[in-house]
């Protein structure tokens, strides 16, 4: 685990910081294991204009690490998890379970019964470590008769009595 990271919620201020973050992360983890029309699409998705748009309407946090936002995710209000991205030279150091963790607690607390999400090829083992499972795999066509290929994941979460 990173010495000195904390976990915080997303701020607007963060935006430029979390936008390089989520477009380096998918320019490098992705473009050994997807084909470019795929990545293109991926970076077309997080744009500026949506992942402003995620954080301010759901809960969004952040890893840093001294000035340095190392890694983020997103909990949308329809109990889907968007957005998780760690800076690929600190992936595989526990940030990404960090991020979870805090996220499932929010989940928790807010009396969410299942999580959902979109997993890449890439991130699809890192969710099962941590209770997702596979609902289904599907595909994106994208250009040059090419594909973008995912998992629709989800985990069930305990259910706290209100009176507990």
């Known amino acids: 685990m990173e010495q000195d990271l904390r976990v915080r919620e997303f701020h607007e201020s963060d935006l430029e910081a979390v936008y390089a973050l989520v477009q380096n992360s998918v320019a490098v983890s992705y473009r050994d294991v997807y084909p470019a029309e795929a990545v293109a699409l991926f970076l077309e998705d997080h744009n500026r204009k949506r992942i402003l748009e995620d954080a301010l309407s759901g809960y969004c946090v952040i890893a840093?690490?001294?000035?340095?936002i190392l890694g983020t995710g997103t909990l949308l209000e329809d109990n889907?998890?968007?957005r998780f991205y760690i800076n690929p030279a600190h992936q595989y150091t526990g940030i990404g379970?960090?991020?979870?963790a805090e996220i499932e607690k929010r989940a928790l607390r807010d009396r969410i019964?299942?999580?959902?999400?979109g997993a890449s090829?890439?991130?699809k083992r890192f969710w099962e470590s941590v209770g997702f499972v596979v609902d289904s795999e599907e595909y994106i066509p994208v250009e040059n008769e090419r594909r973008l290929m995912f998992f629709w994941m989800s985990k069930?979460?305990?259910?706290?009595?209100?009176?507990s």
């Not at 379970?97 to 979870?100: P, T």
């Open 64 to 68: 840093e690490k001294g000035n340095e």
């Open 80 to 82: 889907h998890l968007r």
């Open 97 to 100: 379970k960090l991020i979870y």
């Open 113 to 117: 019964e299942t999580l959902r999400l």
């Open 121 to 123: 090829l890439l991130s």
């Open 156 to 163: 069930n979460l305990p259910v706290v009595n209100a009176d």
